[in-house]
């Protein structure tokens, strides 16, 4: 058992359902002797509280230390997050009739709010009198109602934007991330940023002694 190597990749944020965190919840971990790679993987790393707070920040060296201090004739090589963002996810608030509710929601917010702002650039752009003013043009008349410029660039503002959110209902056009889903990404990588330096500076961070 001396001197056996094991390799340790974390994500940089992890969602667990119980309140008991183990070494296996936080990312890979990697060992030639399966004795002491099942040990380190139910090592229980941490446990929430119901009156704590459902997120917190662990540092790479917290692990080593915990793992050395199981199986002391190992060295522990880290190849992922240098610190992991758990949070503890209750089952429960993912069932029911409140997520139907809060995604029709969403979904209609979505909805007229994206046609208010449709039509609120069309107004400060005039783009009726545009259309009109096209229409006379080539016909060489006043427009009578509904005309075939209008009908056409309402038929390609919606396929341009079925192409690019690459997705039409729940199908996907290509396999390229929709612009959407970068987005997130983006967005979930800068708050698990700054929620992993906010712990560190306001000291919550469990890290090694």
Request: charged content about 25%.
């Amino acid at each position: 058992m001396a001197n056996t190597t094991v390799y340790l990749k974390c994500d940089r944020n992890v969602e667990v359902q119980s309140e008991n965190v183990f070494m296996s919840d936080l990312g890979a971990l990697r060992c030639a002797d399966t004795v002491i790679s099942a040990k380190l993987k139910a090592l229980k790393v941490h446990h929430f509280r119901n009156n704590d707070a459902k997120r917190c920040v662990i540092s790479s060296l917290k692990l080593v230390e915990l793992m050395e201090n199981a199986c002391p004739d190992i060295s522990v090589q880290i190849v992922g997050e240098p610190d992991v963002l758990v949070e503890w996810v209750s089952v429960s608030r993912h069932k029911g009739w409140q997520q139907w509710v809060k995604a029709a929601l969403v979904c209609a917010v979505s909805f007229f709010g994206t046609a208010f702002t449709i039509m609120a650039y069309h107004n400060d752009v005039g783009i009726n009198e545009v259309f009109t003013e096209i229409y006379r043009m080539v016909m060489n008349r006043e427009p009578q109602g509904l005309n075939t410029l209008e009908v056409s660039y309402s038929i390609g503002l919606a396929a341009g934007i079925i192409l690019f959110f690459n997705h039409i209902g729940g199908r996907r056009i290509t396999k390229d991330p929709t612009p959407i889903e970068v987005a997130m990404r983006n967005y979930e990588e800068d708050v698990d940023k700054a929620l992993i330096a906010t712990a560190g500076r306001e000291g919550k961070e469990e890290d090694a002694i």
